[in-house]
């Protein structure tokens, strides 16, 4: 089975503080997704990288930075946390080819004070 | 703006019934169009998918029904269970990103 993990389940965090959100997948995905999900809105994507050290904008890129150092590691970086990014964050990977199925996390609950 | 519009945003159903959630989208270059589950304190996982040159889909008491001309598709849960209390969420994927609805929250009463 595919495992997806996320380093922390719940987070809270005082605004302007740096935060990092890890993610960890098992199954050798070239491709890994970081998104956001909020009531009445859905998911939606953050950032995403296809390969180390790429990685390319989603549609809500303001405010957060990524980096993908390992092929199994993607991490979600808010360089100064602001009470906006209070939210459930989600991190999923695929395979190339996968079709469009991805693989999500657990998620981190971050409230941002 | 988002590209997939999903509803109701809301349904509860009695245990045998029949659940009924539409999405509708509108870019045409969308490719393969899965739905999502996803229980409380869980991530969501792919449930059934279809392509849009397959007009229906089904797995076991899930069933797709798309319409390409409508840029419209539905997921039909029949015989609905307890179990199958969870957000739904549609979606749409192209050049393996996925845009997905706002989510429907289905609750089964016994």
């Known amino acids: 089975d595919v495992k997806v993990t996320q380093s922390s389940r719940y987070l809270v965090k005082r605004t302007g503080e740096k935060v990092f959100l890890e993610c960890v997948q098992d199954?050798?995905?070239?491709?890994m997704f970081w998104y956001r999900q909020d009531p009445g809105l859905g998911l939606r994507l953050i950032y995403f990288?296809?390969?180390?050290?790429?990685?390319e904008k989603g549609d809500i890129p303001e405010g957060y930075s990524v980096s993908r150092e390992k092929k199994e590691r993607f991490s979600l970086i808010l360089e100064s946390a602001s009470t906006n990014q209070t939210s459930m964050y989600l991190c999923?990977?695929?395979?190339?080819?996968?079709?469009?199925?991805?693989?999500f996390g657990p998620g981190t609950r971050l409230t941002v004070l | 703006q988002q590209q997939v519009k999903q509803s109701p945003q809301s349904l509860i159903v009695q245990k045998g019934g029949i659940s009924i959630i539409n999405c509708a989208y509108e870019?045409?270059?969308?490719?393969?169009f899965p739905w999502y589950q996803q229980f409380p304190g869980k991530g969501p996982a792919l449930l059934i998918a279809?392509?849009?040159?397959?007009s229906e889909k089904k797995e076991g008491r899930f069933t797709i029904s798309f319409n390409k001309s409508a840029k419209q598709f539905s997921l039909h849960i029949m015989d609905s269970q307890p179990g199958d209390s969870a957000t739904y969420f549609c979606?749409?994927?192209?050049?393996?990103?996925?845009?997905f609805g706002a989510g429907t929250t289905v609750t089964v009463r016994a």
């Open positions: 999923a990977s695929s395979p190339p080819q996968g079709g469009g199925e991805q693989f």
């Open positions: 199954m050798d995905h070239e491709n």
């Open positions: 990288s296809y390969d180390v050290k790429m990685k």
């Open positions: 870019n045409t270059a969308f490719d393969y």
């Open positions: 279809i392509r849009p040159d397959v």
């Open positions: 979606a749409a994927t192209y050049d393996y990103k996925l845009s």
